[in-house]
């Protein structure tokens, strides 16, 4: 027997995948010209709620079981696997048509796209196969061993959010505004793919990253959390859809940049003499 309402939050993971991979692939219900690959990126973000609380309502109703965890990185490879790459393709190959946008500096071949979406969908199975293998149901979950697979398919969906705001700002009338959307577009579309490509190496690197979801919502927590967490809403506020890819890429480059100044630092306090 399985656990219903776990088990139906898992399920409405893997639904929110396929809908955004069929939106992405423009044969959604109600397929939308304009907001289609923002409504793929939303499905994926609802994806990643639902992979927040099955886990959360299991505990909460002590219905964990082996069967549920298997069920979850199933439904985990499509939602954060299998979406984010589709949508990564699909969004430097389509054409956003906003007002006075500049042209890229260069096209990515498509070979080259289908390899990196290829790589990042790898990536995503290997890390989901080393966590159920070295995580046991008396796990903490304080800490993941390489990024976990919901924040690196949150960063590559957080690039056609950032576009939705863009084509908003284009549609006001300031000089502000305007150069934000003709420089943002290329910056944007340039960048996915070379984001795509390092966080699926960070998925199977052993670089410590926190647990968000238990930070927050579990135990006390440091001022220094606090401090985040206020600064964080402030830039949200501020740039509205443009921080998204500016939050999920600081949680991702965040920790490597970290391990790898402390390393450098530990090594100039052992060899002071080198340089």
Same mark, same amino acid.
């Given at each position: ?38 409504? *793929? #990126?939303?499905? =994926? ?5 639902? %992979? ?6 299991? !505990?909460? &109703? ?94 590559? *969906? #957080?690039?056609? =959010? ?5 084509? %908003? ?6 000089? !502000?505004? &305007? ?95 080198? #340089?």
């Amino acid at each position: 027997m399985f656990a219903v309402l776990p088990t139906l939050l898992t399920l409405g993971n893997a639904a929110c995948g396929f809908g955004a991979i069929t939106y992405a692939a423009k044969v959604g219900p109600e397929p939308m010209e304009r907001d289609f690959l923002f409504i *793929a #990126a939303g499905l =994926i973000f609802l994806g990643m709620v639902f %992979d927040m609380l099955d886990g959360s309502a299991a !505990r909460w &109703t002590n219905q964990t079981t082996e069967f549920g965890g298997q069920l979850d990185s199933l439904c985990d490879a499509i939602t954060f696997g299998v979406a984010p790459a589709f949508l990564m393709i699909q969004f430097v190959r389509h054409d956003h048509n906003i007002v006075g946008a500049l042209s890229t500096p260069f096209d990515y071949p498509a070979r080259l796209l289908w390899v990196i979406g290829v790589l990042f969908v790898v990536c995503v199975l290997l890390r989901l196969a080393r966590f159920n293998v070295e995580t046991d149901e008396e796990d903490s979950h304080a800490e993941f061993s390489g990024l976990p697979s919901p924040a690196a398919a949150g960063t590559v *969906a #957080a690039f056609p =959010i950032a576009m939705h705001g863009l084509a %908003d700002l284009s549609l006001e009338p300031t000089t !502000r505004t &305007t150069l934000i959307a003709e420089y943002g577009v290329p910056i944007l579309i340039v960048a996915l793919p070379l984001v795509t490509l390092i966080v699926a190496c960070l998925m199977v690197s052993r670089i410590r990253y926190p647990h968000v979801f238990n930070q927050l919502f579990q135990g006390k927590r440091p001022r220094q959390h606090l401090i985040q967490l206020v600064f964080t809403l402030a830039v949200v506020f501020i740039v509205r859809e443009l921080a998204v890819p500016l939050i999920f890429c600081y949680f991702a480059f965040g920790a490597p940049l970290k391990s790898l100044w402390t390393e450098v630092v530990q090594r100039k306090k052992e060899n002071p003499g080198e #340089a």
